[in-house]
């Protein structure tokens, strides 16, 4: 027996549910583990995750999608499958904050993430002793006023290395619209703010100048906008008129490693979908 995940998105009307239900029991004989659904009054949308597990032949993509077809096409879905087995390869992209490669990497080591990192590509050599200390191989590729020739390198690694994510890990630069094109909805960010308060570079410094009682951290993925990608997780801390901005900072680092990594964990786990520059995430 193989488990699987089955996420689908479609209009919304009656009959969904049972016609999706019936076809994984009656053709598939599937024991149905989990199943969530949501649906969106406001779009007239349905979506929906069903965790299962079936005989190995049946979950071959080819042999599932022909039969799955005759339903995907009537309620017109857009869906996909992923086998549980199968572990996403994933690219860490850092700078010179180490925080967030550090947790993904720890985290990585303790499965918590079942994943393989493949590599680690910095635009600074910082997080090379780091990366080096868990075994994974770390490419430094200085950005120079050749960014061009940049991407195009990290393109022929993310392919030689066969990843399916990309996660920048308070990378600091901005990715060309090019480069996120090619990778829709497997480009994880994190920014050190709420969104969408305080875009831009230094957001605890705007916050501290602003005097606001809450900081905050977004995960979203990368579009060709900056900062305007769907928002998969957000999470606060207060903050008080004493706090410094290396307060801010220090408090904010926190923040950053937990939404960053749920963010990372969730898409591992097949458990977002995005629509309309929004996440619907299932538990």
């Excluded at 090619?182 to 969408?196: G, K």
Aim: glycine share 4%.
């Amino acid at each position: 027996m193989t488990k699987a995940v089955l996420l689908l998105e479609c209009p919304d009307r009656k009959g969904l549910v049972a016609a999706i239900m019936n076809f994984l029991v009656a053709e598939y004989d599937a024991n149905i583990l989990h199943a969530g659904q949501h649906q969106d009054a406001e779009l007239g949308r349905f979506f929906m995750r069903v965790e299962f597990e079936c005989e190995d032949h049946l979950l071959h993509e080819r042999v599932f999608e022909q039969r799955f077809t005759r339903i995907a096409d009537e309620y017109r879905m857009r869906w996909q499958l992923a086998e549980s087995h199968r572990r996403l390869r994933v690219c860490l992209f850092v700078s010179q904050h180490l925080h967030c490669l550090a947790d993904l990497l720890q985290r990585h080591k303790a499965g918590e993430l079942e994943c393989e990192i493949a590599l680690v590509i910095g635009n600074h050599p910082d997080g090379e002793a780091l990366t080096n200390f868990y075994g994974i191989p770390f490419y430094t590729l200085p950005v120079r006023g050749n960014k061009a020739a940049v991407e195009e390198e990290q393109q022929r690694l993310l392919r030689e290395h066969r990843v399916d994510l990309v996660v920048l890990a308070r990378y600091m630069q901005i990715l060309s619209s090019e480069f996120v094109e090619q990778w829709p909805a497997r480009i994880i960010n994190v920014h050190h703010s709420f969104l969408p308060a305080f875009i831009g570079s230094k957001p605890y410094h705007a916050a501290f100048a602003r005097g606001v009682k809450l900081i905050g951290a977004t995960s979203h993925y990368v579009t060709a906008d900056l900062d305007e990608g769907p928002i998969i997780d957000q999470d606060v801390t207060r903050v008080t008129q004493g706090d410094t901005i290396p307060d801010l900072i220090r408090k904010g680092r926190d923040l950053e490693r937990v939404v960053l990594s749920r963010a990372v964990r969730w898409h591992l786990e097949h458990r977002i979908l995005h629509y309309d520059n929004k996440t619907v995430i299932f538990d």
